[in-house]
């Protein structure tokens, strides 16, 4: 390979990697606010029972799609630049992590936990600024302001409210997790016939691979 086509496959491969990040931060803020415009949907209608679960989720996701795909794709965005200057410094510590220098790898231990930060707040504003969107369905700007100030002023319930949500979701990942593993281990070692399906499960020399596997 010569030097320009590897300057071009280097530079590729650094695209590829950036619109991963950003397609991969797409998604996961098109889930909380899909999720966020449910839950909004669901408060503010009075007949509860008028509305199934799937039309709630049908609504709030025809919603995100027609009105707040810009607004999702710019917030993501900035994550994926944040996420993408961490993984360059990354590669910069590795390669001056044999150096003499200590004064160039203190700044750039330094910038990594900048960085770090910086991603861990924005990925906090942007929850809330979605949260925002998918109740009052103001753009992106207007809802990372009006969710930023409401967290200021109300700072101490929204640190203890987002650690105990944090750690109930950890909670309920482990508890899920947990009983499907258990409930498959069982299946495996009992060979237990699987109801209104007439398949027995299938032999296995290792059963607990599959289920490290799946889980």
Known sequence: MSETEYRYATRLQL?????LFWTTNFVEALDQIVVAGAFSIHFWTMDKKSRSFQMVIFQSFYRTVRYHLGSLAFGSL???????IRFLLEY??????MAENKVAK??????????????SFIKFLNKN????????????????????MLIMRNVTQTVVVDKVVTFI????KLAITGAAGAA???VFEERVTI????VQAPELNFSLLPIIVGQ
């Open 15 to 19: 695209f590829v990697l950036f619109m």
């Open 78 to 84: 900035v994550v994926a630049i944040v996420q993408m």
């Open 92 to 97: 910069v510590d590795r390669k001056i992590r």
């Open 106 to 119: 203190f700044l750039i231990k330094c910038l990594k936990w900048c960085m770090m930060c910086l991603e």
């Open 129 to 148: 600024a979605y949260i925002m969107i998918a109740m009052f369905g103001k753009n992106f700007f207007i809802s990372a302001k009006n969710a930023y």
């Open 169 to 172: 979701n950890v909670i309920a």
């Open 184 to 186: 498959a281990y069982y």
């Open 195 to 198: 109801p209104y399906l007439e």
